[in-house]
């Protein structure tokens, strides 16, 4: 599996780009700016892009969508909670965002296959109600549910505090100690390490 990180945007979260190696499809997981340098990485490893996948609607994880849907034609996947952010440019920051639309809801449970590879829908609610993670063995991609040390902030509309802690406990850390967390600011880290270290659940 590839797994490319990169900073992007004005507020430098982390999109990922993960494809297969056999058979180079690949997503896009939360284009957050920087179209033409995600679709750079994409082509550096020779991907086709089969979807525009994003962890929740806010703008600093959305702002590409439509951009990188114009260069590669991907549809957008989202949670139907969030769904609404998306036409007007990713909540209430506005700032100018370009809006876009979903092409497909995704909810909890549901299994999104590429390549060889298939990430299961994990809806982590708390940051934003529609707040999702993927995981794939030995590896989940949550958005801004947990960093390396902490959390996402809750203080948005829609943010709930005890729910995003309840959904970490109940719906992260059972994943197993060895897999490696990709959050949506910030460094990797693993769940076993925030189980033990992240000041809000020890």
């Not at 959050?183 to 809000?200: A, C, W």
Request: glycine residues 12%; contains cysteine.
């Amino acid at each position: 599996m590839i797994i490319l990180s990169l900073a992007v945007g004005m507020i430098q979260a982390n999109c990922y780009i993960v494809g297969c190696e056999q058979t180079k499809e690949a997503v896009v997981i939360d284009p957050g700016g920087e179209a033409k340098r995600i679709l750079a990485g994409l082509q550096k490893h020779t991907l086709k892009l089969k979807y525009i996948i994003n962890t929740h609607g806010h703008f600093d994880h959305v702002e590409a969508n439509k951009a990188l849907k114009d260069l590669t034609g991907a549809p957008i996947l989202i949670h139907r909670e969030d769904a609404p952010m998306l036409s007007h440019g990713g909540g209430m920051w506005g700032m100018g965002s370009q809006t876009s639309k979903a092409d497909q809801f995704i909810k909890d449970g549901d299994r999104i296959a590429f390549g060889q590879i298939t990430l299961e829908v994990i809806h982590t609610p708390g940051h934003s109600p529609g707040g999702i993670s993927l995981y794939t063995p030995n590896c989940v991609f949550v958005g801004d549910t947990l960093f390396a040390g902490s959390i996402g902030r809750t203080d948005f509309p829609g943010g709930d505090y005890d729910l995003l802690i309840s959904c970490v406990r109940k719906r992260l850390f059972v994943l197993g100690d060895e897999v490696k967390v990709y959050p949506g600011h910030g460094p990797d880290t693993t769940i076993g390490y925030e189980r033990k270290h992240n000041p809000f659940f020890t």
